[in-house]
T-cell receptor, first 115, second 110 residues
C-alpha cells in the first residue's frame, strides 16, 4: 500500500510565478490536510479538504493561496504570484475517516524555494 | 489551543532507553496526547497517542501522569534510525488539526 505521495519534491520558482503542489492520499483515504513548515519553525495547519469540499481553511493565507481536492485526481495546493516568504516545506497528510483522533499519514513534502 | 512544553534536545546512546518528557499543565479533559516524530527531510510520522491510561505499541510507550499534566514518551531501545524531532501534541476530541510546537530533537550516539 503506497503511502502519501507528493510531487514535485522540490520546486524552484521566481517571484511572481505560480506554484502548484500535488498530493495523492493513501488508497482509501478521502480526507486531506495541508501543513506548511517555514524555515526554523514548526508545522502549521493550512487547510482540510474532503473530496470536492473545503472543510476548514482557517490556516490559509487570505490571498494568493488556494486548495482543491477534486473527485478524481490529487489534491492541489496552488500559490499564485509567489514571494520569497512562501519558501517553505509543504506537507500533506491523509486519513481514512473523519474521526478527530484518526492518525494522519504524512507525505515526504514539497520544498518550495522562491528566488 | 493548550500548550505543551518539551526540552529542546536530548541525547541518547544506541540501544539504551530514551525518556522524552512533555508538560501540558493546561490540558483539558477532552484533550488527547499525541506524539509524532519527524526524521530529517521527511514528513511527520505518527508514534502513539493516549487519553488517560498508559499505552504501548511496537514503536514506543506512553506514560501519562495521573493528573494528566505531564506525559513521557519512552523509546525502549534507541537506534540510529530514531534520531528525529519528537512532537508532543494535545488534540481536543473535537478537532482534527495537529498543532505542532518546536519538539525535542533526539540525537542517538552509536
Amino acid at each position: 500500500n503506497a503511502g502519501v505521495m507528493q510531487n514535485p519534491r522540490h520546486l524552484v520558482r521566481r517571484r511572481g510565478q505560480e506554484a502548484r503542489l500535488r498530493c495523492s492520499p493513501m488508497k482509501g483515504h478521502s480526507h486531506v490536510y495541508w501543513y506548511r513548515q517555514l524555515p526554523e519553525e514548526g508545522l502549521k495547519f493550512m487547510v482540510y479538504l474532503q473530496k470536492e469540499n473545503i472543510i476548514d481553511e482557517s490556516g490559509m493565507p487570505k490571498e494568493r493561496f488556494s486548495a482543491e481536492f477534486p473527485k478524481e485526481g490529487p489534491s492541489i495546493l496552488r500559490i499564485q504570484q509567489v514571494v520569497r516568504g512562501d519558501s517553505a516545506a509543504y506537507f500533506c497528510a491523509s486519513s481514512p475517516l473523519t474521526g478527530t483522533q484518526e492518525t494522519q499519514y504524512f507525505g515526504p513534502g514539497t520544498r518550495l524555494l522562491v528566488l | 489551543d493548550a500548550k505543551t512544553t518539551q526540552p529542546n534536545s536530548m541525547e541518547s546512546n544506541e540501544e539504551e532507553p530514551v525518556h522524552l518528557p512533555c508538560n501540558h499543565s493546561t490540558i483539558s479533559g477532552t484533550d488527547y496526547i499525541h506524539w509524532y516524530r519527524q526524521l530529517p527531510s521527511q514528513g511527520p510520522e505518527y508514534v502513539i497517542h493516549g487519553l488517560t491510561s498508559n499505552v504501548n505499541n511496537r514503536m514506543a510507550s506512553l506514560a501519562i501522569a495521573e493528573d494528566r499534566k505531564s506525559s513521557t514518551l519512552i523509546l525502549h531501545r534507541a537506534t540510529l534510525r530514531d534520531a528525529a524531532v519528537y512532537y508532543c501534541i494535545l488534540r481536543p476530541s473535537y478537532d482534527y488539526k495537529l498543532s505542532f510546537g518546536a519538539g525535542t530533537t533526539v540525537t542517538v550516539r552509536a
